[in-house]
């Protein structure tokens, strides 16, 4: 019978987590520096101060790489808790009302932009040319930030309601467009505004589009709408 103490490898997970983020960081810093295709995982490996090796043991090859930095801009930490799940999101559920939700929606995609902004502009601006991972990369971050639109309808519906009619494809096609990185680009950067700025104009847009939507339900299967200028009932 075995009389010896568990083994305890929490000192070596802690070491593995802080070896990550000193490569995350580094990898922050190069990208924002130089761009994606400019930068090699044999000059990360040597910034971070590990071998090239540990770099694909600890994150993966390049395109794993930027993924890993986007991922802990987005949401300010490398904490292992999914969007949906941290405070920041679930407070807009206890907005009083519709436009108090979709303002604070609008107020956290501002605070996002404000932490991957600079990130994705250097990436999109240099383009992913024959790169699949980079490629790759803009695709997922498309799909996922789809699924936030997605998740966000149904808080807001289970929170305040949404009326059955309304297309929730539709409505998810337009939020995933105007919350899209190059619209907080053109108008951050390239146009000046704040970051304060923005979010009241998303807002505005968010509260308009969900209006819109309300007033112009799709009509039952099989009628048809009266002609203009006609007496409708």
């Not at 519906?157 to 337009?174: F, K, M, P, S, Y």
Request: proline share 4%; net charge negative; charged share 20%.
């Amino acid at each position: 019978m075995s009389t010896g103490r568990p083994y305890d490898n929490s000192s070596r997970a802690e070491a593995a987590r802080l070896t990550r983020r000193r490569i995350i960081e580094a990898a922050r810093e190069m990208l924002l520096l130089q761009g994606y295709h400019a930068t090699s995982v044999i000059e990360l490996a040597a910034a971070a101060g590990v071998s090239a090796q540990t770099v694909y043991n600890a994150v993966g090859g390049k395109a794993q790489v930027v993924k890993a930095v986007y991922d802990v801009l987005l949401v300010g930490d490398d904490d292992p808790v999914a969007m949906p799940d941290r405070p920041e999101f679930r407070a807009m559920s206890l907005a009083p009302d519709r436009e108090s939700f979709l303002q604070a929606y609008a107020a956290l995609c501002a605070t996002i932009y404000r932490r991957t902004g600079a990130l994705l502009g250097v990436l999109l601006a240099q383009g992913a040319g024959g790169d699949q991972g980079l490629r790759d990369f803009v695709a997922t971050i498309d799909a996922e930030r789809r699924a936030g639109n997605t998740n966000v309808i149904a808080a807001l519906e289970e929170a305040h309601g949404l009326h059955a009619r309304i297309d929730r494809g539709a409505l998810t096609d337009i939020l995933w467009t105007i919350t899209a990185p190059e619209i907080y680009d053109r108008f951050v950067r390239r146009c000046g505004w704040t970051h304060e700025q923005y979010a009241a104009w998303l807002g505005e847009a968010f509260i308009a589009t969900f209006e819109r939507a309300a007033q112009f339900e799709p009509a039952q299967q099989g009628s048809v709408p009266p002609a203009a200028g006609s007496a409708a009932g």
